[in-house]
């Protein structure tokens, strides 16, 4: 759900004012329906209940000639923060993939040096865990971990899969790729 909020939230942000249909038709052209599990239904579900939480408000109404009523939604104060909060948290710290990838497709609407920061931070965390998880099977390659040694295994390389993505990220915004919060787009 996390994720979901994330997205509703950035795009709504970013039209300023947005309906249901428009914020499909976004999230469809970021291609979240490859990745996500972000339907039709949830969208609009997912916009009242923000709406009922305070984040989003709703700002108009349009009654097209065909076809039902339009509600139209922008992000309220609160929604702002708590954009920022996931997003932040989505970039620092997150580990569902869902999470990690919205925040990717958001990243660029905070400052470069924020978003390094918070790249750093989840390598950082990314690297601690992982040396918990399998450094207590390095310390132990003898005990009897049965076919859970799998389970291990996988995580290891998922986990370091992640870190060399995080560290290739980080140098490629080091390098000054893509134009972020604050920044000129270049040519």
Do not use: C
Not at 54 to 63: I, P, W
Request: hydrophobic share 35%; proline share 3%.
């Amino acid at each position: 759900m996390t994720a979901t909020r994330l997205l509703l939230l950035g795009a709504v942000r970013g039209r300023t004012t947005a309906h249901g249909y428009q914020v499909m038709r976004d999230l469809e052209s970021w291609s979240v329906d490859l990745w996500g599990s972000l339907k039709q239904g949830s969208v609009y579900h997912g916009l009242k209940r923000l709406r009922d939480q305070g984040l989003l408000r709703e700002v108009a109404s349009e009654s097209p000639a065909a076809g039902p009523a339009r509600t139209a939604y922008s992000i309220t104060e609160e929604g702002e923060k708590e954009f920022r909060a996931l997003l932040e948290d989505a970039l620092g710290s997150g580990e569902d993939p869902a999470e990690i990838i919205a925040g990717i497709g958001l990243m660029t609407v905070l400052p470069r040096e924020r978003v390094l920061n918070l790249l750093r931070l989840r390598l950082d965390a990314l690297t601690v865990k992982r040396q918990r998880v399998v450094g207590e099977y390095e310390r132990n390659p003898d005990a009897d971990w049965q076919h859970h040694i799998e389970a291990i295994r996988y995580w290891a390389k998922t986990t370091d899969s992640s870190i060399e993505w995080t560290r290739e990220l980080v140098e490629r915004l080091e390098r000054g790729e893509y134009t972020m919060a604050g920044e000129e787009p270049t040519s």
